[in-house]
């Protein structure tokens, strides 16, 4: 192989990689698709040594191609993925099919565009910071393909080859161009994960949309197939209190499902929520909390926001979050009207179920007696399921029925994705009589069933379980897959109280291994990504890029201004005319270096302020606030609110309960309100 095309099939391969490992980190791709994608990478450099072989996938490649495509309407029509999901597919199994088959020069440049495609692909699949780091890696590795591309077209163009020397010159131009390619690099890659994050690529159309783990709002038991465990992290779940984090049960709640049509829950509501409203401090109050009852603090920052839903555990009290209006149904579940498109993050203060006061049941819709929507039963034969209801239930409590019903379903079904592969007019007849297995969602679905039918008031909870602990970002993940359903059942002499039927295993019980160890890097990594770059609003990014900019504008007029103030003709002999006329011509190459020392020092500023640029004066002062009185032997706790913690320090110096009080409510409003003009400073 000539020296050229040996230089350009190391960039090509290097670009597959590069593809490759975008998708490989979407966590978007089956596993399938992966291992066809490595193992054709990996065999390309086999292939390469055997001629006949390449020669002989040559006169396959119309066949392939049309295959490929009629793969792909599969794909999307029958497997029903993505637009997204199947255009990535088709790149991962076209570059697959190229590797492995001979490659001459057009053959390398159709690799590395598909290289570079993939890696937009996977920047629409998901945000994830490692596609920041492979489109820093590619862009140069595509560069120098690019010019060793040209090269060798030079060469079938002449018919000659270029001389070893002018080789070892365009190695030293190909590492030149890698390093000059630094500002594209840093603009689409601003570009790219500046706006793409607030868009939404990856959805489904009506009616093509695959089975994955995930929180809806409705559970539907007529579905059929296996359930694909999706990997995306939905949340990140903060509860700094030790002791408040040991007394977590692993619930978030999102959504109650009250109406059963015998193969689907939905929220059925039995009485319409009512619209909340912040105070002038940004707090949504809920309820009212008793001093008795404990609390639970949790900060939650929300990636996915496409259901409007804010999840919280236990019983929400008050509520901190960035929203001008909030909807509280009659269940306690939170949602937000309007379309907001970047991660949320909020705080909640709520009570655990069974630590509220005893509250009667809603009356119904259309005066409809308290109770009787958590009653109704669909138009369907049950007297199977009321029979067996009847037998594990006994003559007991209402209470002990309800724990017997959970019991007799862990130890009587098994978990499973499999949802079977036809489907029943009786699904949970089905489910306890036959196949006795199913996801969370059937287990769910048996139990309120049985206790409806034993007259036992109760709905279907949705939401997330448990998720994993991350030791170095002190944060609960919580992925797509860790979506659960569980039931909560109403008591007179209990109120609520939530069961789970489903014996599915938590995911935090991993055991540490290398990979996993990795994985727990690699997620602290994405949430200091999400927590400073995605979260890091629009509006704040772009003041921060202003404020480079302007840095960069006045080092450069206050170069202009010095060299016209020093410059003076040759003869003189003055240094500053010896330095001017060696960098006569050059004047280019030298803005071109005090621009990069600009972002550099606007970059190192940045580091060291935190989020200094867009922080108020008003919040800059509640800091020092907390830091005088923090000396003064009353530092405020993590878990403290901005209001309790001014109550404690009225407590101790009544005398002072104005001055914190004007603090404390001059933050709140500059720091949650959504619009607020201050006293001669402008607006938020």
């Known amino acids: 192989m000539p020296p050229l095309e040996s230089w350009l099939l190391w960039s090509i391969r290097a670009a597959a990689a590069l593809g490759l490992s975008s998708l490989t980190w979407s966590g978007e791709i089956g596993t399938g698709y992966l291992i066809a994608g490595w193992s054709s990478w990996l065999l390309g450099f086999v292939a390469d040594a055997r001629i006949e072989s390449q020669r002989m996938l040559r006169r396959l490649e119309t066949p392939a191609v049309f295959a490929l495509i009629g793969f792909i309407l599969m794909d999307f029509f029958i497997v029903k993925s993505t637009i997204f999901l199947c255009v990535a597919h ?45 489109l820093l890696l ?165 990636l996915d926001t496409s259901a409007s839903t804010l999840f919280a555990s236990g019983d929400p009290l008050e509520v901190i979050a960035p929203l001008s209006s909030l909807r509280a149904d009659a269940s306690g579940c939170l949602h937000w009207n309007g379309n907001w498109q970047r991660p949320l993050r909020y705080q909640v203060i709520s009570r655990p179920y069974g630590a509220s006061p005893l509250t009667p049941l809603p009356m119904g819709e259309g005066g409809r007696s308290p109770g009787e929507a958590y009653l109704q039963l669909p138009s369907l034969p049950l007297a199977r399921v009321a029979a067996l209801a009847r037998t594990i239930g006994g003559h007991q409590s209402a209470y002990a029925q309800a724990v017997a019903i959970e019991q007799y379903l862990r130890t009587h079904c098994a978990y499973s994705n499999d949802l079977g592969s036809d489907a ?67 008591f007179t002499d209990r109120g609520w109280v939530s069961f789970d039927p489903s014996p599915r295993l938590s995911t935090s019980a991993a055991h540490w291994s290398p990979w996993h160890a990795m994985q727990q ?88 302020k935190g989020r200094s640029i867009s922080m108020d004066p008003a919040v800059r002062y509640y800091q020092q606030f907390l830091q005088h009185m923090a000396r003064a032997g009353l530092p405020k706790q993590p878990a403290e609110t901005g209001q309790e913690f001014a109550a404690r320090v009225i407590g101790r110096w ?30 938020i």
């Open 138 to 302: 590619l862009i140069p590795v595509g560069a120098s393909g690019l010019l060793w591309h040209e090269l060798a077209r030079e060469e079938e163009i002449t018919k000659q080859l270029i001389p070893a020397a002018a080789r070892a010159r365009y190695r030293r131009l190909t590492a030149g161009m890698c390093a000059g390619a630094l500002p594209m690099v840093i603009g689409l890659t601003g570009i790219i994960f500046v706006v793409f994050p607030r868009l939404t690529w990856n959805v489904a159309l009506p009616g093509f949309a695959g089975h994955r783990s995930g929180f809806t709002d409705q559970v539907n038991l007529a579905q059929t197939g296996l359930l694909a465990n999706d990997s995306r992290t939905v949340l990140w779940l903060g509860i700094v209190n030790p002791q408040e984090r040991r007394t977590w049960n692993g619930y978030l709640r999102g959504a109650t499902l009250s109406t059963f049509d015998g193969k689907q829950w939905s929220t059925g509501n039995p009485a319409p929520g009512h619209a909340l409203m912040p105070d002038r401090n940004g707090v949504f109050s809920i309820r009212r909390a008793t001093h008795e009852s404990p609390l639970l603090h949790q900060t939650v920052t929300l």
């Open 654 to 683: 009544p005398e002072r309960e104005a001055v914190v009080q004007a603090v404390t409510e001059r933050y709140y409003r500059r720091r949650f309100g959504s619009r607020w003009v201050g006293d001669g400073e402008g607006s």
């Open 90 to 134: 088709f790149l991962l199994l076209f570059q697959a099919f190229k590797v492995l088959g001979p490659k001459n020069r057009k053959d390398c440049l159709q690799i590395l565009l598909v290289g570079f495609f993939q890696v937009l692909a996977s920047c629409t699949l998901s945000v994830d910071a490692s596609n920041a780091i492979i």
């Open 424 to 490: 029943t007019s009786n699904p949970v007849e089905n489910f306890l009589f036959t196949r006795k297995r199913g996801p969370c969602g059937h287990f769910a679905s048996a139990m309120a069933l049985m206790l409806r039918l034993e007259g036992i008031p109760c709905r279907v909870a949705a939401g997330y379980y448990k998720g994993e602990w991350n030791e170095h970002a002190q944060q609960y993940v919580i992925r797509e897959r860790d979506a659960h359903a569980w039931v909560e059942a109403y």
């Open 521 to 608: 890097y690699w997620d602290y990594f994405s949430f200091t990504w999400n927590k400073w770059i995605i979260e890091y609003d629009l509006h704040t990014q772009v003041m921060a890029f202003e404020k480079i900019q302007e840095s960069s504008n006045q080092i450069s007029r206050w170069e202009d201004a010095w060299w016209s103030r020093h410059r003076r003709s040759p003869d003189t002999g003055s240094w500053v005319a010896v330095v001017t006329a060696a960098l006569r011509g050059k004047k280019r190459i030298f803005a071109v270096l005090i621009c990069f020392a600009s972002v550099l020092i606007g970059l190192i500023r940045k580091s060291r």
